[in-house]
């Protein structure tokens, strides 16, 4: 059930008391009570009454009779009226949306009483997408968790991120490509976002969807009828929104109330800031700041996960450790900065040449190393070979000169079923590579 359908036709009885003060003209020896209940517009009343003090005349003993018949009749009306009205709570699952309460003002008991439902329920489902969020390890984990379960959630066409294209977004772009979130659920928008969402501290609730297919993926402009815009603030500064979108045209209409929405935008916001965060402390300590690079401690978690997978997949493992020839040289001609431009050029070519599993890695120095997942000896020993043509081909321009880059290297692998340490690996390729020094 939409919040639009709810409104429009709310279960409606209302009951009360009120004194009545005579009864069919008697005495006031008898105090009736009338108790009246309303139901989409239509009275029942139930009507009881009893003695102040002993009734002696006739009159009394009429007013009596005609007060019981009343309530009789009275009881009758209001038992029929609240059985064919009651709401049925049980079938209301009044969790279907993140809509705020109900805008009415004048709320009877059992419209309390479904709403205080609906809004547990809804809390309860925001509390589950807020406890997922906290639970992402990765910001690529914390888009797709948060898009997936607010989609199911509240039953939704589909939800996803836009950002803007501030530079922070190109980073955190850069950081889901590499951690492989979900493309579809996310894009980058180049659009005036701040006009397009309005107000940003408020949802904008939108079923023109004219204005807002820069807004909306490719995919899924046909089967988008409303949208609910949820800012986004990473670090206080307005840097994208949630959108959730609803393939039923009256779901998010402009001016409905929305105040579960606004809760979902600030505890995404509060997820968002507090996931990058971790990330860039993440990667401050697993990154070469000069080449961007994963480094060696980086390597050192990655090894033990990589030789894992050996294992369980039943698929070998090389190593390449790969070491630039005279690159002392490099720095002692052209200076640090050229040196340093040489460590960049040679990250960039190599990783150019690579496959999408495969990972580069600073060791230390002047040293590198490739793990190529599903490769034996012989071809780490062939893509090293063409790496090295690669490279030699690409000479790093300097301002005075073209510096032709060379590198020496060793193999080592693991075959399944063997048992092979992180350091053992590694120290075998390094013996190789020391045999290809000393012999060119
Ligand atoms: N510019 C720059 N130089 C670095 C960096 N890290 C290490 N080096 C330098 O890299 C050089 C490595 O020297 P060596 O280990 O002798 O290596 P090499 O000159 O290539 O000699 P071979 O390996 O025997 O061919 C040293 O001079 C280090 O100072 C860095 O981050 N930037």
């Known amino acids: 059930m939409s919040p639009t359908s709810y409104q429009t036709a709310p279960p409606r009885i209302k009951t009360g008391f009120r004194p009545f003060r005579t009864v069919a003209g008697g005495p006031c ?16 009343m139930l009507s009881t009454g009893w003695p102040e003090k002993s009734a002696s005349d006739v009159t009394g003993w009429i007013s009596a009779a005609v007060s019981a018949l009343l309530g009789f009749i009275g009881l009758l009306r209001f038992l029929t009226l609240s059985m064919s009205h009651m709401p049925d709570y049980s079938a209301a699952t009044p969790t279907d949306d993140a809509s705020g309460p109900l805008s009415e003002t004048a709320l009877t008991l059992e419209e309390l009483v479904y709403q205080a ?20 390890t990765s910001l690529s984990g914390f888009v797709d968790r948060l898009t997936e379960r607010v989609r199911d959630r509240f039953d939704l066409t589909e939800v996803w991120l836009v950002l ?23 894009l980058f928008s180049t659009v005036d976002f701040l006009r397009l969402t309005d107000n940003p501290d408020q949802p904008r609730l939108v079923n023109n969807m004219d204005e807002m297919q820069p807004l909306v993926p490719v995919h899924l402009r046909r089967r988008v009828g409303s949208l609910a815009l949820l800012p986004l603030e990473l670090d206080g500064r307005l840097s994208g929104a949630l959108v959730l979108g609803s393939g039923q045209a009256d779901r998010y209409c402009p001016g409905m109330e929305a105040f579960f929405l606004a809760q979902l935008g600030i505890k995404t916001s509060a997820g968002l800031t507090s996931i990058w965060a971790r990330e860039q402390l993440r990667h401050l300590a697993t ?28 698929q070998p493992m090389a190593l390449l450790f790969i070491d630039l020839d005279d690159f002392k040289a490099v720095n002692d001609r052209w200076g640090h900065d050229a040196g340093d431009a040489c460590l960049r050029h040679v990250a960039i070519c190599l990783r150019e040449l690579l496959r999408r599993d495969d990972r580069l890695f600073r060791f230390a ?6 793990l190529l997942p599903g490769q034996r000896h012989d071809d780490g020993d062939r893509i090293a070979r063409r790496m090295q043509d690669a490279l030699a081909r690409q000479p790093l321009r300097l301002p005075e000169d073209d510096v032709v880059v060379r590198f020496s290297f060793g193999v080592s692998t693991i075959e399944p079923g063997t048992a092979l340490t992180p350091d053992e690996l590694i120290r075998k390729a390094d013996r190789r590579l020391y045999q290809m020094k000393t012999s060119s």
Do not use: H
């Not at 609906?118 to 997408?129: G, P, V, Y």
């Open 29 to 44: 020896c008898w105090r009736p009570l009338t108790m009246w209940c309303e139901s989409y517009g239509r009275f029942g």
């Open 287 to 314: 990154r070469d700041p000069l080449t961007g690079l994963p480094n060696r401690r980086e390597l050192e978690t990655t090894l033990d996960q990589e030789l894992g997978r050996v294992n369980r997949y039943g």
């Open 117 to 136: 439902r609906r809004n547990e329920a809804i809390a309860r489902k925001l509390f589950d997408i807020e406890i997922d969020m906290l639970r992402a």
């Open 365 to 370: 120095g002047d040293e590198f190393i490739v």
């Open 164 to 186: 803007t294209d501030i530079e922070d977004n190109q980073r955190i772009e850069a950081m889901l490509a590499e951690q492989g979130a979900l493309s579809e659920r996310l």
